[in-house]
T-cell receptor, first 113, second 116 residues
Framework: AQSVTQLDSQVPVFEEAPVELRCNYS??????LFWYVQYPNQGLQLLLK??????LVESINGFEAEFNKSQTSFHLRKPSVHISDTAEYFC???????????FGQGTTLQVKP | DTGVSQDPRHKITKRGQNVTFRCDPI?????LYWYRQTLGQGPEFLTY????????KSRLLSDRFSAERPKGSFSTLEIQRTEQGDSAMYLC??????????????FGEGSRLTVL
């Protein structure tokens, strides 16, 4: 069975500092990997995804994640965070094209001024 | 607004009552998903439809739960004889089959259920 572990439930960080949100998954087969973000009072939105090809994927707002098959990880990073990045971040995995996603528990990113 | 819409946004009910949630997906999307999210947890998959066909149901979906998508457009999720453990946020999402390669589900803002 697949599972996703987000190692940190809360990550407080000061504005303009770098941040890493960790995600590990377990699966015996090849998977697709995703990061979704949920801003306060909004629905979940896709931030970035890995389906195949380059192991480093980027979002339009400066986040990046690297698929590491040997470590079964898909950590999310940003070199300099903004107050507006404050949100809940969910790592998710899927092994098929059904759209059935297995989510981690979520990490709350709290950016302080 | 052409996103996924859910109704009602909040529902408070007494234990034993029935509740129904509605989801209107993005109009051209042929896949529709229901997830449940409890406090401090990530969303958990419940079921999904491709057009009007319900293709998969999670073990989480007990006999008290039923979902329909009669015309392949909107969907309803009914919970019969609600229990306090049913209190959660119920999320609906949609996607387009032939754009699977984008891997993107579009989520609504959810329907929050509180069972007293």
């Amino acid at each position: 069975a697949q599972s996703v572990t987000q190692l940190d439930s809360q990550v407080p960080v000061f504005e303009e500092a770098p941040v890493e949100l960790r995600c590990n998954y377990s699966s015996s087969v090849s998977v697709y990997l995703f990061w979704y973000v949920q801003y306060p009072n909004q629905g979940l939105q896709l931030l970035l995804k890995y389906l195949s090809g380059s192991t480093l994927v980027e979002s339009i707002n400066g986040f990046e994640a690297e698929f590491n098959k040997s470590q079964t990880s898909f950590h999310l990073r940003k070199p300099s965070v903004h107050i507006s990045d404050t949100a809940e971040y969910f790592c998710a995995v899927s092994k098929s094209n059904t759209g059935k996603l297995i989510f981690g528990q979520g990490t709350t990113l709290q950016v302080k001024p | 607004d052409t996103g996924v819409s859910q109704d009602p946004r909040h529902k408070i009910t007494k234990r034993g009552q029935n509740v129904t949630f509605r989801c209107d997906p993005i109009s051209e999307h042929n896949r529709l998903y229901w997830y449940r999210q409890t406090l401090g947890q990530g969303p958990e998959f419940l079921t999904y439809f491709q057009n009007e066909a319900q293709l998969e149901k999670s073990r989480l979906l007990s006999d008290r739960f039923s979902a329909e998508r009669p015309k392949g457009s909107f969907s309803t999720l009914e919970i019969q004889r609600t229990e306090q453990g049913d209190s959660a946020m119920y999320l609906c999402a949609s996607s387009q089959l032939d754009s699977w390669n984008t891997g993107e589900l579009f989520f609504g803002e959810g329907s929050r259920l509180t069972v007293l």
